[in-house]
């Protein structure tokens, strides 16, 4: 019913850039939430950017004006464009999804019922 499907992590040095896509799958004709997590060893899952299906971005604070998240028109697609990547964004990234209304902020991990199997970035000084 929703597929999600991540690709694009890798390794880069501090300062670097990457671009993660998802390829995604979902029924139309209901209101959907498209967002990024990650999740470092060890560590909380963490929300960085959520797309609502009418295409308004919200970022967290960790990471706005660094990351951006996007998708392209035929709504196939959406992708997360990191910049100034940093040692401590190494985590493995996760394509996520919710039906109904983007939560306040990005929204906590529990929030969103459908998710990726993930893409590793490695980010080294």
């Known amino acids: 019913q929703v597929g999600l499907m991540e690709s694009g992590g890798g390794s880069v040095q501090s300062g670097g850039s990457l671009q993660l896509s998802c390829a995604v799958s979902?029924?139309?004709?209901?209101?959907?939430?498209l967002a990024w997590f990650r999740q470092a060893l060890g560590k909380e899952r963490e929300g960085l950017a959520s797309l609502t299906d009418y295409n308004q971005p919200k970022y967290a604070p960790s990471v706005k004006g660094r990351f951006t998240i996007d998708e392209n028109n035929a709504k196939t697609n959406i992708y997360l464009y990191m910049n100034d990547l940093k040692v401590e964004d190494t985590a493995m990234y996760f394509c996520?999804?919710?039906?109904?209304?983007?939560?306040?902020?990005?929204?906590?991990?529990?929030?969103?019922?459908?998710w990726g199997p993930g893409t590793q970035v490695t980010v080294s000084s």
């Open positions: 996520v999804a919710k039906f109904g209304y983007c939560p306040a902020g990005v929204g906590e991990a529990d929030a969103y019922a459908y």
């Open positions: 979902i029924p139309k004709g209901r209101r959907y939430c």
